[in-house]
């Protein structure tokens, strides 16, 4: 059930389904302060739930593993298609690569063991 997890997890971010919940809250949240805090903290919110899920399903938070592979989908997509993304897009997968880092920073941290794989 680990492996389907990380798939479907993958392809969540593969397929920008992240970023629509990353662009609601986001916006949200822009609207009161400046539009890049807001997508990080849009990022945050839907790396949150996605832990939430992991816990309910997999009974453990998200492995930092899952977390790099992640952040390499979002690299690899931003970099094979730059010149097709437009400024706020672009800042929006900088927002949400970083946002994971954070979050996983933070796994790391607070919950003991860390989950590695």
């Known amino acids: 059930m680990t492996f389907a997890f990380y798939i479907i997890t993958s392809l969540l971010v593969f397929f920008a389904i992240t970023q629509i919940l990353q662009s609601f809250v986001g916006g949200l949240i822009g609207r009161f302060t400046n539009l890049l805090l807001g997508m990080f903290l849009g990022s945050l919110v839907t790396w949150l739930i996605i832990d939430f899920l992991w816990i ?43 946002a994971i880092i954070s979050y996983g920073i933070i796994l790391m941290i607070v919950f003991r063991p860390i989950r590695w794989i």
């Not at 309910?56 to 997509?77: A, D, Q, T």
Request: aromatic content about 6%; glycine content about 4%.
């Open 56 to 98: 309910l399903i997999e009974k453990g938070h998200i492995p930092i593993l899952s977390l790099g592979i992640n952040i390499l989908i979002l690299f690899v997509h931003a970099n094979i298609e730059f010149k097709k993304l437009t400024k706020v897009s672009k800042k929006m997968i900088v927002a949400e690569i970083w």
